[in-house]
């Protein structure tokens, strides 16, 4: 295979002089080439990365709730101590209960010691219940991921009645 710099009729730079351009140059052979994207590192990995952190509109709009009568015996599953009788606590979609100061750093940017970086997530901790975020291409990933596994139980459901 000719080189780009060949199959264009131009010459490649001299390496002390413009060390950018030429780095230009050979992403544009990549993508005349079409390079897959990921080789590239231009698209992440969602099944291998953490989620961004959820939509800070999301999480502001999580449901207050009063704890009464019974659900005083609940534990809030971050920190295990039970809710007080009038406390308020935030309810997650997935109706999970959290005390505010147990639940807000989980959806936002959190130091996470054991990684020495920071972490973030868009999910309850209990159940994994994800909450919008406000990265596009990871919504993207979750739109898919979606669409594949409606089409897998739609294919099974379909294999299930042929032979029931």
Known sequence: MASYFDEHDCELLHPEQDAQTNMLLELARSLFNRMDFED??????????????????????LPRTVIRGSQA????????????EEETAIEMPCHHLFHSNCILPWLSKTWARTLH????TNSCPLCRHE????????EEY?????????QKHRLENLHGAMYT
Do not use: I, M
């Open 73 to 84: 015996e609940l534990k809030c599953p971050v920190c295990l101590l039970e809710f007080e």
């Open 142 to 150: 979750r739109r898919d991921k979606a669409r594949k596994q409606q």
């Open 117 to 120: 970086c920071f972490s973030q």
């Open 131 to 138: 909450l919008p975020t406000d990265d596009d291409t990871y």
């Open 40 to 61: 590239l590192g231009l698209v992440v990995d969602w099944d291998h990365h953490l989620p961004p952190p959820a939509a800070k509109t999301a999480v502001e709009n």
